[in-house]
């Protein structure tokens, strides 16, 4: 690590660290992509408060918030499991997500937090092995990655649902118990323990491609 970073890091903790990577500001584009939630209200899957949190309800339960954490759980114990994040996403727009997000998280960690990480890592892969070497513990790690994922995904509701501002706070504060518990489920959760069921959002990634409008990559 580089001089100036390791006589920084004295000076700031890991929750320092969690909300500079998580936040809007931090330059991975997280933000241009809806996980195939814009297909969804597309096609009326999701249309109001109650959907769309049940569709991000299913997503951490049973979806790619699921599977990402325990990916990213798995990375972090030193697992090498980059190669099957990217064999279990189910669409071409899902894999370039991950690919994408995971390509310009590495790049903004190596040239300004001088962490020397590994190219070609798929998000969660990525998120996974720069919180062990920052040392964050794991539990704090997902937290953080799963309420971004659910940020995320309220925040496209929001704009094209559409919903209100307040509305989307609201479906925050009522996940926060639900992305604890998950969180502290996938801490201790193997690579065995994989498995999604999350159709609808698998096929909404694929209808994603094929809309005449689109304001999100995937």
């Known amino acids: 690590m580089d001089t100036s970073i390791k006589q920084k890091q004295s000076t700031f903790d890991y929750h320092q660290l969690l909300l500079s990577w998580f936040s809007p500001s931090f330059p991975i584009g997280s933000f241009n992509f809806s996980h195939g939630l814009e297909a969804a209200i597309e096609y009326a ?48 727009q899902r894999w370039l997500e991950t690919l994408n997000l995971g390509k310009a998280f590495c790049k903004n960690i190596k040239e300004n937090w001088s962490y020397k990480i590994d ?19 794991l539990d704090k790690l997902l937290i953080a990655f799963l309420q971004s994922f659910v940020s995320n995904l309220i925040n496209v509701g929001v704009k094209h649902i559409p919903l209100g501002q307040s509305e989307g706070q609201k479906i ?25 069921s999350a159709f609808l959002s698998d096929l909404s990634s694929m209808y994603h491609e094929t809309l005449n409008n689109r304001i999100y990559q995937t």
């Open 45 to 92: 899957f999701v249309y109001d408060k109650i959907s769309l949190e049940k569709w991000i309800k299913h997503l951490i339960v049973n979806g790619a918030g699921k599977t990402d954490s325990i990916l990213l759980a798995n990375a972090y114990n030193g697992e090498e499991v980059n190669e099957l994040a990217f064999a279990l996403c189910p669409s071409k």
């Open 119 to 137: 190219k070609n890592l798929a998000y969660p892969i990525a998120i996974g092995k720069a919180g062990l070497y920052f040392k964050i513990p």
């Open 172 to 196: 925050l504060i009522n996940f926060l118990p639900a992305i604890k518990k998950q969180a502290n489920n996938y801490k201790i959760a193997k690579v065995s323990n994989l498995g999604s």
